[in-house]
């Protein structure tokens, strides 16, 4: 009978006594862990189509958008493709702190994936939609440095270029002018970029072994990831800001990194975002949408600037996060281990004083470092 007490066993025995706990190896979830665990999927979500953009989810946008997006004949050199700076190698992003081609940016490339989940596009939320986020690159003179009048002409005398045009959006490049065809690129970049989703990782097989209750692939699943789990939904509160699903809430938040940029001056964050936004011709407000009613844009229409959103910053997802180092829209945090010693040590005098006030310095052990730094491997 002694020989019951340890192990998986012991884990079915109290469950057995103690109805409110999951048996799970020797750790257990209560009821209130088990629904805050449960409520990060499932995975992956189920494709909708982005009403604003109506090649999207179409095939032969998808075909012609992969072209586009690793084609150098976007950039006014030939010499840099969006593959520069989001590398399939890489997650869709360039390993490097602050990315560069002319020039070095002042961010961080963002990985690009699951893409249909976001509300705003960029770490400032420029854009509220992907064609508009696509075209970004484009214009700007230190990435691709092109204007709408240079890609344009090239879709038009490129033969196969201007055929996929054709194919996809039935009307002849030749007839359309330089903004309705860089908007079209956009959307066919968008319609490929929708298909990069992350596949069910390690976590997601717990979450729906929990789900289940099927102790054996429970079981399955690393104790210091487990333990990592519980620092996640409690003490470290990360699921306040990185929720749900795709692991964020979407918005923007000060998580206490430097806003200083390398180049000099300092980074508005969120601030810049909404200025950049209000005065772009490429949002859901604008003549570009191609479904007002069903993409109506009321979050563009009321969002508004404060002094809360300088230094803001998107709330990433957390999603295959083993692979996208180094991290923050700087890029300033090397390893997830210093990410996690950020969120421990921080220091909450540098937070705004009208912020959210949901982040803490937690003062973590070394073991929950650890555990913590192993639960975000497996997302
Ligand atoms: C010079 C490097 C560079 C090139 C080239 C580049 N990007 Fe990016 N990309 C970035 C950086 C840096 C960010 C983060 C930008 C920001 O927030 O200020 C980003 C962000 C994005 C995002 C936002 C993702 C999200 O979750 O919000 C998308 C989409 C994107 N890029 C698509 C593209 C496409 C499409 C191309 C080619 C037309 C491209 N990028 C070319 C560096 C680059
Ligand atoms: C108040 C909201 C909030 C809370 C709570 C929070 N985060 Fe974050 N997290 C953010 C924001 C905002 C960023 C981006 C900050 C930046 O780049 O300036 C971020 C960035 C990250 C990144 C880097 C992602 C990347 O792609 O660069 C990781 C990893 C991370 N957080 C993990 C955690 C963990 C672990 C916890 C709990 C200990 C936590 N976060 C709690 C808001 C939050």
């Known amino acids: 009978m002694r020989r019951l007490l340890f192990g998986p066993i012991a884990g079915l025995l109290f469950v057995a006594t103690t109805p409110p706990a999951i048996a799970n190896g020797n750790i257990s979830f209560t009821e209130i862990e088990k629904a805050a665990i449960l409520s990060h999927g499932p995975w992956p979500p189920k494709f909708r189509p982005d009403p604003s953009n109506r ?21 006014r050199s030939r010499r840099h493709s969006c593959l520069t700076c989001h590398n399939p190698d890489l997650a869709y992003a360039d390993g490097l702190t602050r990315s560069s081609a002319i020039a070095t940016v002042d961010r961080n490339a963002i990985a690009l994936a699951n893409l249909r989940l976001n509300r705003w596009y960029g770490w400032d939320g420029s854009s509220d939609n992907l064609w508009a986020q696509s075209i970004r690159p484009i214009l700007d003179p230190r990435e691709m440095n092109a204007t709408a009048g240079l890609v344009a002409e090239r879709i038009r005398s490129d033969v196969p270029f201007s055929r996929g045009y054709k194919n996809v959006f039935d009307s002849n490049p030749k007839s359309d002018d330089n903004q309705k065809i860089l908007v079209n690129l956009g959307k066919a970049l968008a319609a490929f970029q929708e298909t990069i989703v992350t596949p069910p990782s390690r976590f997601d097989e717990f979450r729906s072994a929990l789900e289940n209750n099927n102790l054996k692939k429970i079981g399955r699943y690393p104790l210091a990831a487990k333990r990592g789990l519980k620092t996640f939904i409690g003490k470290g509160k990360c699921n306040l800001c990185h929720l749900g699903p795709n692991f964020t809430n979407g918005e923007f938040d000060d998580a206490g990194v430097r806003y200083f940029k390398a180049s000099g001056g300092v980074d508005k964050g969120r601030y810049g975002g909404i200025q950049n936004l209000k005065k772009s011709p490429y949002t859901l407000l604008g003549k570009f949408n191609d479904n007002p009613k069903n993409a109506p844009g009321i979050a563009t229409q009321h969002v508004a600037r404060s002094h809360q959103s300088w230094g803001q910053f998107r709330v990433p997802s957390l999603r295959n996060i083993s692979k996208t180092a180094p991290f923050m829209h700087d890029g300033s945090v090397p390893t997830l281990r210093d990410v996690v010693r950020h969120y421990s040590e921080l220091n909450e005098e540098r937070l705004h004083l009208d912020g959210s006030g949901l982040l803490r310095r937690l003062n973590l052990s070394e073991r929950e470092i650890s555990d913590l730094v192993a639960f975000l491997k497996t997302l």
């Open 55 to 75: 090649v999207s989810g179409k095939k032969s946008a998808v075909t012609f958008g992969r072209e586009l997006f690793r084609s150098r004949f976007l950039s």
